[in-house]
């Protein structure tokens, strides 16, 4: 399906409030496709109330959430390989009970993804400038992803 940023926006702020955590989403598509607009959406609706700024070059940013659970943003685009994941506390990260875990580049992180997750995939349509196709699967037995196909008219 194909959504405009602001029905992308709409998902991920219904993520953010509802989804049962621990939960493990990894966000994958090439650049600009979208990953960290959905990811910010997601910290609005789980409460997260400072700016959440790129974490490319920092790789993991850890916010505390309403309900005082952690929302973590990660993004693994310039991790040269799965064995720099140990350096950024990603035990701790993929262990945490009461987390929230958004991961851009998750296929970085190879066969350290917990085997219970959500990849969300972004792409640019052929046509819709402003429009993003999302397709979203299971792999194990994530927790119920809420609010998805979104409609927002
Ligand atoms: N339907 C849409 N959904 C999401 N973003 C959109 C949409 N239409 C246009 N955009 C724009 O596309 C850009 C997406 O940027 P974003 O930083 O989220 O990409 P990214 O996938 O995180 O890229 P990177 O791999 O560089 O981190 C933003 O500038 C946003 O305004
Ligand atoms: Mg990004």
């Not at 035990?91 to 350290?112: C, S, T």
């Not at 993804?113 to 640019?124: H, I, Q, Y």
Request: proline share 8%; hydrophobic share 40%; aromatic share 8%.
């Amino acid at each position: 399906m194909t959504l405009t940023e602001g029905e992308l926006a709409a998902w991920g702020r219904r993520i953010g409030s509802d989804v049962r955590v621990p939960v493990f989403i990894g966000l994958s598509g090439p650049l600009g496709a979208g990953k960290s607009v959905l990811a910010r959406a997601v910290g609005e609706g789980a409460g997260v109330l400072e700016p959440m700024p790129s974490p490319t070059f920092n790789i993991l940013f850890r916010y505390r959430t309403a309900d005082g659970g952690t929302l973590v943003h990660a993004d693994l685009y310039r991790l040269r390989s799965a064995d720099e994941l140990g350096g950024i506390g990603w035990e701790d990260v993929v262990g945490d009970e009461v987390a929230l875990v958004l991961v851009e580049w998750p296929e970085r992180a190879g066969r350290e993804l917990p085997a219970d997750r959500w990849e969300v995939s972004l792409g640019f349509p052929r046509r819709g400038p402003g429009l993003r196709r999302v397709e979203v699967r299971s792999c194990g037995d994530p927790p119920t992803l809420p609010g998805f196909p979104v409609r927002v008219l």
